[in-house]
């Protein structure tokens, strides 16, 4: 099975720079995603890592260390409209397993 | 391409009825899955597939069935609804492939949600 946590919520400010951790435990691991969920909205890909490093995708970067089952979302020169809930997810062959998400809000 | 549908958006069911959300996907991908979401408790995988005719139990599947006749549908199904099934359903497709670093590739892509009370 797979375990994941990641902070509950997290407060930042505009033009800041923000980091979400997330930890897991899992059997079967292949790689982890990051997605992105506005309130009322369907969740949306942000990035993923299968080996350990850092992967950059404009502002926002995404890191993983398979031996100690940690990953972080790196954001950016943060905006207004990055307010939103994090979802951190553990990838397995046929299914991926979601965290509870890090509500994070941007303030001016 | 219309990605991922959902229908309904809304719903309103009384305790006992029944009721069929309808998930469609036109990008072809092999793999879907029925999702749920409640405040706290993140996404839980109820039921998916891997392909047509194949379903197979997620997380939280009692009191759920699932049907995949053709590939591009995916149904939800809820026989005899109750109040713990308030809810956000979220349906998703994905393709699986290997990564170009290696491991295995299955970014999901979401539909729109169905938002469910049972009253």
């Known amino acids: 099975g797979q375990n994941i946590d990641q902070p509950t919520e997290m407060t930042a400010t505009e033009g800041a720079i923000v980091q979400i951790n997330c930890t897991y435990q899992t059997s079967g691991f292949n790689g982890l995603f990051w997605y992105q969920q506005h309130a009322g909205e369907a969740p949306t890909f942000l990035s993923y890592n299968v080996l350990d490093g850092l992967e950059e995708k404009g502002r926002f970067s995404s890191f993983l260390s398979r031996s100690k089952g940690y990953s972080y979302l790196l954001l950016k020169e943060l905006q207004m409209k990055d307010s939103a809930s994090y979802l951190c997810a553990a990838g397995g062959y046929q299914k991926v397993t979601f965290g509870t998400g890090t509500k994070l809000q941007v303030i001016p | 391409n219309a990605g991922v549908t959902q229908t309904p958006k809304f719903r309103v069911l009384k305790t006992g009825q029944s009721m069929t959300l309808l998930c469609a996907q036109d990008?072809?991908?092999?793999?879907m899955y029925w999702y749920r979401q409640d405040p706290g408790m993140g996404l839980r995988l109820i039921h998916y597939s891997v392909g047509e005719g194949t379903t197979a139990k997620g997380e939280v599947p009692d009191g759920y069935n699932v049907s995949r006749l053709k590939k591009q549908n995916f149904l939800l199904g809820l026989e005899s609804a109750a109040p713990s099934q308030t809810s956000v359903y979220f349906c998703a497709s994905s393709y699986t492939g290997l990564a170009l670093k290696g491991g295995t590739y299955n970014e999901q892509f979401f539909g729109p949600g169905t938002r469910l009370t049972v009253l």
């Open positions: 990008m072809n991908h092999e793999y």
